[in-house]
């Protein structure tokens, strides 16, 4: 057989492997009840993206794409088409055999679903098939199209999909006075989807052709040294930004409770990602116990203010320092005999110490003082004045100006000395001691800020949800934070953003994920190394320009 | 003029093998030195018990009157002595200006808190830095690299580049280890050159490992010849390149039994 | 037709062009020495052979067979055999260990036992010590370990990579006898040494590298004779 | 006296406070356990027989923890990582054991031919955490082997979470019940101590696996070329060996021990469950590194040792120092030693020390 066949086969066998997975996992089923546009679920949105995006991949990595075109998309249909065969066979081995024994998805239902819901087994089977060959087929045309048809046709259909999907957010928001109509209570009606499709694409298509017709010079290092020596544009921008952050809120999101605390839930996590980012990111000490000073963080504020039994009756105001404080004496404790392991020590180290900490507060001996299990309660919202911080989006204030000071100090140490020391010290850490550098006081430094950024974060968050206890400590939450500065890229403050609303923000937003929020971090982990191990917001170099007196020599390279 | 270093009966041991052994050794300040031997001989060895990667078993290493044997390295550069690595070691996804920037740590006195709040002396300081690391680039011909990551460098300039680092930590002290290797014969004329200008420009004393014998005659003042961790000779470049010990150690047995290279019998005909 | 043969061949490391066309030939029987200073590309030139370090362009071939489709465990089993600089032997393990892996392609129990015999004969020494581990060895009966290692494959080439590096003069010279017994038993010997003298005394023909390219290449006894060559390698004037 | 003089000036000039906190650290940690000790055995209850049946309890346990601690030293003594995923890899194997013998059960062989059953269930339980592990190292860290450490160690840290997620979405979150076995019920008497019969078989399987392991590595073809890929996978290649085949070979055996390992848990703890490899999985990394990671041998008595320690500690040292309900910190002390065994010996117990050739 033609080797080009035989690969297109091996894929269509991994889209059959891949597809019997996701609907093993059991997202399919669980997800059947939520429209995405019109009568289409998400259910099947997630199985049938398998077989587009398979026979997209085939197709762009096709060898017939230049001299053979037209066998592409049929490339693309046997992918999808082999694959959805191999899905077939789920329910109808299924249905003779119980696997319900060994898999608790292996439901009735799922068979029936994946069936369309046929009495006739085999005409089920024959759409099922039809559909992958379709699927396939079409993701297939894509690449053989002009460059610009194909962005705009790609775009279009991914961003049509995706406001199906995040439905919610869009009734909920400022969006809905433009976007209201084109929705049905959740996801899109058809012809709102077809309209929006046409639109968008047609907008797609534009750029890519402005692109096309302007494309984008990457600035040479001289042109971003001369407007590294003017900042006046950043500074514009940063205004708009800055301005944009302060109506969000309540302009935007609408005083929304539950929008409001999903937002605050990502500047939480944005805080600690701003510390996790100096410990990993800049100094490159891998820690698994990040938790620990978050729990740190929560359960001081919590024992200083709680008005329950365990309180002591402090103001959050008067708690915040102590528990930074706290934070950061804990890390300097741990650090000192941690951080001269080697590195990978270091990690299952931290991880120890994370445990330790949660064992601590959850167990008998030390209950009379932090509550065991049952946690502490009655945590009193912060105060300014008169004005208490009880709403969702007034405590969104106090989170951002935590970002602000956070976001503040991490970018200023990382352009100085210590900043310089910590990223050395990430290179090669024999010649950073040999370029004067104290391994163990740049290592705590960073450790140190790392857990005052986590205290403050932990402190933050027992105000706003009231409550803390123990189990809500896990590696879990380490993980979590440790991801989102990979995905957004290792080391970059923007990043850092970017990864905790995409790995926090967006799986709120899509709550009938939730069940599969680790298994999606598990893989987003793997695939980020993998595919783009710089993350979606990689750390750029910062350009030094040459001092002002020599601005007549700058000018003129 | 007084030696700036001094070795005296120095022992690096690694299990049962003697890398160096009871080295003593002297350099003059403001001289240029080297030392030379057959790979293994204990040379790198030596370079590190310097500069404190390693730790001598036995032994004394004066730097300017003061013990410095079995210091951390970074108290070592802190007093004045920085070097550069054989195989070259940058770092490597910094731009080249950070590197010489981070050179100019052991120099810097500001603290983290200077940097948060931008305490008047930061500005100042950090402008300086930056002045500085601009001046040493210019310095080595490298301002148009300034702000490339430095591991995308041609090799000639990351070989500059670890040079202006260390001379960014302001040593008195220069090691040098095998500057030229890689180089074509025009690179390495230019880097003979470069290392002497380097000498009178910064007031410095330097130390290096070469292999080129051409580069070594050429350059030192004075040369001292390592075999099994053990000098076997010291001297001006005329004096080792007469000694027989030394041809023995480099050339083998024909040189070494009296005849020239052109005598010695055809064995493998 | 040459036993091996390197033709126009481009080595990297990384973006340093580590080898800039390097064309070079070693016949049937030869003693090939390959001499330059450091950082000239001698190494690079076994590790393209071995497609340790697979070249970006030109062509390695042995016996008229394209290497580069290979990867290093299988060049072995084409017949090639290297000793790394630095010797490399397996510390850990023990000196009939690391000579059994020398086999380790192999699956004929007579004939290992034979080569075994062969090594031990010509190196007495590894006899005596084979229960011993490798890292306990002095420098000089690692290297003729690392040698009797290489010879176990039975190659129909042996790349010696310094063999002499850090061996007082003594064992310099027994180990270049040695290198001339084993080649007058039928192996071909491709030798990179920075002793270059020393190696030109046992080679029968020699090419000098620097940084990359071959400068000169002619039989040893011209090359002995030349003046260059004198010149660099012993610094005169 | 010369000797004192230089050895006290060399500390003097390598080390610095830092060093000098840590150790005075250490030594409170240790003041503070040795206190513990001392009045718990003035004042606890507990007989001789108790504390000894601790030890065996302690044993088996550690036998648990020695076989899944082999699959981390041996990845980590040939690729130098960390294989964060290998509870998961246990995990799998039990569950794979708590399927066959589920089936076995139904049939009616489970109680019927024990013998033969478990070794079913054994062979079952090695085959998927070995497929489990091979897909791991196919997918998530061969594309990587040349990448910084940190990334891989982040893909493992994926993986581990994928593969219990999965686990999750399969086969449930609540607990599976594994089938109890009418032949292990009860106990044995040995030197006058009642074992449990489970117990036993656990220290004696674990026993029998490692010594097949250690004679695996050390007299076979594929074992020789494992240490030799360890040692230097260049060199490996040029003498025939494909590191590769080698390292899947390393996965599988380390797997192998950890699906073992999956059937001796659940023959002591009758439940099977997605998340029961994260805490075996870092003591058994934990027991690995007292050991000496990337050394067999350590990683047997690196196992031994925290199980021991962990079944006895919490008796020993806490309720001396009247600490409530102390079993409940066992992990503490578990992490606790692992700090005090890095702090005064980095390389673990049996560790070769690291040169100190860095430059």
């Not at chain 1, 990223?423 to 550098?437: C, K, N, S, T």
Request: proline share 4%; aromatic share 10%; hydrophobic share 50%.
């Amino acid at each position: 057989m033609n080797p080009i066949w035989r690969s297109t086969l091996k894929a269509g066998l991994l889209t059959g492997a891949i597809v019997i997975y996701v609907a093993l996992t059991g997202m399919v089923l669980s997800l059947s009840q939520r429209p995405v546009i019109g009568k289409l679920s998400l259910g099947h949105v997630v199985y049938m993206l398998v077989f587009v995006g398979m026979g997209y991949i085939t197709a762009v990595r096709s060898p017939w794409r230049q001299e053979r075109p037209w066998l592409v998309p049929l490339q693309g249909a046997v992918v999808g088409g082999v694959g959805a065969a191999i899905l077939a066979l789920l329910p109808l081995i299924g249905r003779k055999v119980d696997l319900g024994w060994m898999f608790v998805t292996a439901k009735p239902e799922l068979y029936k679903f994946l069936l369309f819901n046929q009495e006739q087994v085999a005409r089920g089977v024959l759409y099922l098939i039809l559909t992958g060959a379709v699927l396939g087929g079409v993701a297939a045309v894509l690449p053989i199209l002009p460059e610009v048809l194909h962005k705009a046709l790609l775009g279009g259909a991914s961003t049509t999909l995706l406001l199906g999907v995040l439905a919610e957010l869009v009734q909920r928001t400022v969006l809905k006075k433009v976007l209201g109509p084109f929705f049905a209570y959740k996801g899109l009606k058809p012809t709102g989807a077809a309209i929006l499709f046409v639109v968008l694409t047609v907008l797609f298509g534009l750029q890519a052709w402005w692109r096309q017709k302007h494309p984008k010079v990457t600035k040479s290092v001289a042109a971003q040294e001369a407007e590294a020596a003017s900042p006046l544009r950043t500074t514009l921008q940063l205004g708009a930004l800055l301005l944009f952050l302060l109506i969000l809120p309540v302009w935007i999101l609408n005083k929304d409770t539950y929008l409001n605390s999903v937002v605050n839930l990502v500047g939480l996590y944005i805080i600690m990602g701003l510390g996790l980012n100096i410990v990993v990111g800049f100094a490159g000490l891998l820690d698994l116990g990040y938790v620990a000073f978050f729990a740190i963080g929560a359960y001081t504020v919590a024992l200083m203010t709680s008005l329950g039994p365990l309180g002591h009756g402090y103001s959050f105001w008067q708690a915040l320092p102590v528990a930074i404080l706290l934070a950061l004496t804990a890390g300097v404790v741990l650090g000192i005999p941690v951080l001269r392991m080697r590195g990978d020590y270091l990690a299952i180290v931290t991880l120890g110490f994370g445990e330790i900490i949660r064992i601590l507060a959850n167990s008998d001996w030390l209950k009379p003082f932090m509550g065991g299990a049952l946690g502490v309660l009655d945590i009193p919202k912060p105060k300014i004045g008169n004005w208490v911080l009880k709403e969702e989006y007034q405590l969104y204030y106090l989170i951002l100006a935590g970002i602000l000071v956070t976001w503040f100090v991490a970018s200023r140490l990382y352009h100085s000395r210590v900043g310089r020391a910590w990223q050395a010290l990430r290179e090669d850490e024999d010649v950073a001691e040999a370029m004067g550098i104290h391994l163990v006081t740049t290592k705590l430094l960073a450790f140190g800020f790392g857990a005052a950024f986590s205290g403050l974060s932990g402190a933050i968050f027992a105000a706003k949800v009231g409550s803390v206890y123990p189990h809500t400590f896990n590696l879990i939450i380490s993980i979590n934070v440790l991801s989102l500065i990979i995905v957004g890229g290792i080391g970059s403050l923007p990043g850092v953003v970017v990864g905790a609303l995409a790995l926090v923000g967006l799986p709120e937003l899509l709550r009938e994920f939730s069940e599969y929020r680790m298994l999606f971090y598990g893989i987003a982990l793997i695939a980020m190394m993998l595919v783009k191990p710089e993350g979606f917001w990689p750390k750029r170099l910062k350009v030094y320009p040459r001092p002002q007196e020599e601005d007549a020599e700058a000018s003129a390279l | 003029m007084a030696p700036i270093l001094v070795a005296r009966k120095v022992t690096k041991r690694f299990g049962g093998l003697v890398a160096v052994n009871e080295l003593d050794f002297e350099i003059e300040e403001h001289a240029i030195a080297s030392v030379i031997g057959p790979n293994g001989a204990g040379k790198t060895t030596f370079f590190n018990c310097i500069t404190g990667f390693y730790v001598p078993e036995e032994g004394v290493i004066e730097f300017e009157g003061k013990e410095i044997q079995g210091l951390r390295p970074d108290k070592i550069t802190t007093m004045g002595i920085a070097r550069t690595y054989q195989n070259i070691r940058l770092f490597g996804k910094m731009s080249a200006i950070e590197n010489v920037m981070v050179g100019m740590h052991p120099r810097l006195s500001l603290h983290w808190w200077d940097a948060v709040i931008h305490t008047p002396a930061f500005v100042r300081q950090e402008r300086k830095v930056l002045r500085r690391a601009w001046e040493l680039l210019d310095y080595i011909g490298l301002t148009d690299w300034a702000n490339h990551q430095a591991n995308s460098l041609p090799y000639g300039a990351q070989r500059r580049l670890e040079i202006a680092r260390a001379l960014a930590s302001e040593p008195k002290l220069l090691l040098l280890d095998e500057p030229t290797a890689g180089m074509n014969p025009q690179e390495t004329a230019e880097m003979i050159e470069f290392i002497r200008k380097l000498r009178d420009d910064w007031n410095l004393t330097i130390l290096l490992i070469e292999h080129d014998m051409k580069v070594v005659m050429t350059i030192s003042e004075k040369i001292t010849v390592l075999d099994f961790g053990t000098k076997i000779a010291e001297g001006k470049p005329e004096e080792i390149q007469r000694n027989p010990r030394v041809i023995e150690a480099y050339l083998g047995r024909g040189a070494a039994s009296g005849l020239s290279a052109a005598e010695a019998p055809a064995q493998a005909a | 037709m040459a036993l091996l043969e390197l033709h126009n061949v481009h080595a990297y490391y990384g973006n340093i062009h580590a080898l800039k066309g390097i064309s070079l030939t070693v016949d049937e029987g030869e003693i090939v020495t390959l001499i330059g200073a450091n950082g000239a590309g001698k190494t690079t030139t076994l590790r393209v052979i071995t497609m340790l370090l697979p070249p970006r362009e030109g062509t390695v071939t042995l016996n008229g067979e394209d290497l580069s489709q290979y990867r290093t465990h299988e060049i072995v089993l084409k017949g090639v055999s290297m000793v790394p600089e630095g010797r490399g032997v397996f510390a850990r393990l023990t000196v009939l260990e690391n000579l059994e892996l020398g086999a380790y392609t192999r699956n004929d129990p007579s004939g290992i036992a034979e080569d075994l015999e062969r090594v031990f004969t010509l190196f007495p020494r590894l006899k005596e010590r084979q229960g011993q581990a490798a890292g306990t060895l002095s420098g000089g009966e690692q290297q003729m370990l690392a040698i009797g290692r290489a010879l176990m494959s039975r190659p129909r080439i042996l790349l010696l990579d310094e063999p002499s590096m850090g061996l007082a003069p003594i064992l310099v010279e027994s180990i270049f006898d040695i290198i001339q017994e084993i080649n007058r038993q039928g192996t071909t010997i491709l030798l990179v040494e920075q002793n270059a003298l020393m190696a030109l005394q046992i080679a029968h023909r020699g090419y000098v590298l620097r940084t990359g390219e071959i400068v000169l290449a002619d039989t040893a006894e011209n090359l002995r004779n030349n003046e260059m060559v004198q010149k660099t390698y012993l610094g005169m004037e | 006296m010369n000797q004192w003089q230089r050895r006290l000036e060399y500390w003097r000039r390598r080390y610095d406070i830092t060093d000098v906190v840590v150790w005075l650290f250490g030594l409170a940690i240790l003041a503070v356990a040795v206190y513990g000790t001392v009045r718990s055995l003035q004042t606890t209850t507990y007989d001789s027989k108790r504390w000894a049946q601790f030890v065996v309890y302690g044993i088996s346990q550690g036998g648990v923890y020695a076989l899944i601690a082999l699959g981390y030293t041996l990845v980590y003594g040939i690729l130098f990582m960390i294989n964060f995923a290998h509870g998961e890899i246990f995990m799998f194997g039990a569950f794979g054991a708590l399927f066959t013998a589920l089936a076995l059960d139904k049939a009616g062989y489970w109680n019927g031919h024990p013998v033969l059953s478990l070794i079913i269930v054994l062979l079952v339980a090695m085959t998927t955490s070995s497929v489990i592990a091979v897909l791991v190292e196919r997918v998530a860290y061969r594309p990587l082997r040349k990448a910084p450490r940190l990334v891989p160690l982040i893909t493992a840290i994926g993986a581990s979470f994928t593969l219990q997620y999965t686990a999750r979405s399969f086969f449930g979150s609540g607990l599976r019940a594994f089938p109890e076995m009418d032949m292990l019920k009860g106990s044995v008497s040995v030197f006058g101590l009642d074992i449990g019969k489970s117990h036993a078989l656990t220290i004696v399987v674990s026993l029998l696996m490692m010594a097949g392991l250690y004679w695996y590595v050390q007299k076979t073809k594929t074992g020789k070329a494992m240490r030799a890929v360890a040692e230097n996978k260049d060199v490996a290649a040029l003498m025939g060996i494909d590191v590769d085949q080698i390292i899947v070979r390393t996965f599988i055996l380390g797997a192998s021990m950890a699906g073992v390992a999956g059937v001796l848990y659940s023959l002591i703890f009758f439940q099977v469950k997605f998340f029961m490899g994260f805490v075996p999985g870092i003591k058994a990394f934990t027991a690995a590194v007292l050991g000496g990671i990337g050394n067999i041998p350590g990683a047997m008595l690196g196992g031994y040792f925290l199980g021991i320690f962990e079944s006895l500690g919490p008796a020993l040292i806490l309720e001396g120092l009247g600490i409530p309900a102390p079993s409940q910190l066992k992990d503490v002390i578990a992490f606790t030693m692992l700090v005090m065994v890095l702090i005064f010996r980095p390389t673990g117990i049996l560790g070769e020390a690291v040169s100190e050739k860095r430059a």
